[in-house]
């Protein structure tokens, strides 16, 4: 497979968010700011990086009746790594994403690429596509996050460019399903002219 290719549909043809529509939780949680989303999309990529890297490795190991239960101890590891590290490092944003960091644990899109990819082709090819899966998520929760964040708050990484208070619909939960629901638009319009 052409690595490039693999690495790629992470981001358009393959998004998780615009295309597949997995790990809608995390997506819609904590889209406030940009800066919740990227720290939610790298924690994710970080885990689905490692997580392909050690199922690709072991996949030969583990018996067919306990594959799935396997992936999920080996993801679950990888999250509360994650998890302890940004509790230690990044206390404000660790705060800021709560509950919604051990719940990486059951996001679909790491699971779904340990069992469809990780566990059928070879360490490279496994890695390259936790990369471009893990980027793809995060860009789409960036600007997610962007959206929500410029016509909630009046403000782009925290700094303030709008005066007054913006519209409060879009850092609220319904606010989060009408920008995702544009942006899945303009990411379709996007493929199309690309296909």
């Known amino acids: 497979m052409n690595q490039w290719k693999n690495f790629s549909k992470g981001f358009f043809s393959e998004n998780a968010v615009f295309v597949l529509f997995l790990g809608l939780c995390p997506t819609l949680g904590v889209t ?10 790298l924690a994710t990529t970080f885990v689905l990086l490692m997580s392909n890297i050690v199922v690709t490795l072991i996949k030969n190991y583990i018996p067919d009746k306990v594959r799935i239960p396997s992936f999920i101890v080996i993801i679950a590891s990888f999250v509360t790594i994650v998890e302890l590290l940004m509790q230690a490092y990044l206390p404000g944003l660790f705060d800021e994403l709560g509950l919604f960091i051990p719940l990486i644990v059951v996001n679909c899109l790491i699971l779904g690429r340990a069992e469809a990819f990780a566990s059928k082709n070879t360490f490279t090819s496994s890695v ?14 960036f600007f997610l996050g962007g959206v929500r964040e410029i016509l909630g708050s009046g403000s782009f990484l925290g700094f303030k460019f709008i005066p007054g208070d913006g519209i409060l619909l879009f850092i609220l939960a319904p606010g989060a399903f009408i920008a995702l629901g ?4 303009l990411m379709n319009k996007i493929n199309k002219k690309t296909a």
């Open 182 to 185: 544009y942006l899945i638009m």
């Open 32 to 41: 406030t700011s940009v800066i919740n989303g990227v720290g939610m999309g």
């Open 128 to 141: 390259v596509d936790g990369l471009g899966m893990g980027l793809g998520f995060t860009m789409a929760l």
